[in-house]
C-alpha cells in the first residue's frame, strides 16, 4: 500500500474554518473545534486510501481536477475532492454531500 505525501490547498482550510464557524454558531466553541479534528484526521487517511478510491463521475468534482476522487466522511454530510499526483495526494475542496445529488 502506497503512503502519498498531503498537500492541503488553500480553500480547503478556509473551508474548514467554515465550517467550524458554523458548528459554533449551533453548538460550543469546544465542540467546533473537536470536529475540525476529525474532518482532518479523515483527511489525512486519504494518504492511504488513495488508490482504493475511483475517480468521481460527478463534474462538480471534476472542475477541480479531471480526474479527481472523493471521499465521503463518516457522518457522510462531506465530499473530500482529492487528486494524486506522482507521490502526492492533493486535497482540492470540501463539499456539502448535498451538493453532489
Not at 454558531?25 to 470536529?35: F, I, V, W
Not at 474532518?39 to 479531471?66: G, N, V
Not at 487528486?83 to 448535498?98: E, N, Q
Request: no cysteine; aromatic share 12%; net charge positive.
Amino acid at each position: 500500500m502506497k503512503k502519498y505525501k498531503l498537500i492541503i490547498h488553500k480553500r480547503v482550510f478556509d473551508q474548514i474554518s467554515e465550517i467550524q464557524n458554523f458548528v459554533a454558531s449551533l453548538n460550543t466553541y469546544e465542540a467546533a473545534e473537536n470536529y475540525s479534528k476529525r474532518l482532518f484526521k479523515e483527511i489525512e487517511t486519504i494518504r492511504y486510501l488513495a488508490d482504493a478510491m475511483q475517480f468521481s463521475r460527478w463534474e462538480i468534482a471534476k472542475q477541480y481536477q479531471p480526474k479527481a476522487k472523493r471521499l465521503i466522511t463518516k457522518n457522510q454530510k462531506w465530499n473530500v475532492i482529492f487528486h494524486t499526483d506522482g507521490d502526492f495526494v492533493v486535497v482540492d475542496s470540501i463539499l456539502p454531500s448535498s451538493t453532489m445529488r
